[in-house]
């Protein structure tokens, strides 16, 4: 879960590095493009972890 967290972290930086610095927009789109990639990791973990159900 720290890597989740610290990914979505490194998503914010860059995109408010690619909004605030000019010439730099294409930051903005890479934070968005690891926000997005962490939260499909995200749901695909989420929905292993939720598959595991013993059967007694």
Do not use: K, N, P, Q
Not at 11 to 26: D, I, K, P, Q
Not at 30 to 36: E, R
């Amino acid at each position: 879960m720290a890597i989740f967290l610290f990914f979505v972290l490194l998503a914010v930086v860059l995109g408010l590095v690619g909004v605030a610095v000019e010439g730099m927009t294409y930051l903005l789109v890479v934070g968005a493009v690891v926000l997005v990639v962490d939260l499909v990791f995200l749901g695909a973990h989420l929905s292993r972890r939720t598959g595991r159900r013993s059967v007694r």
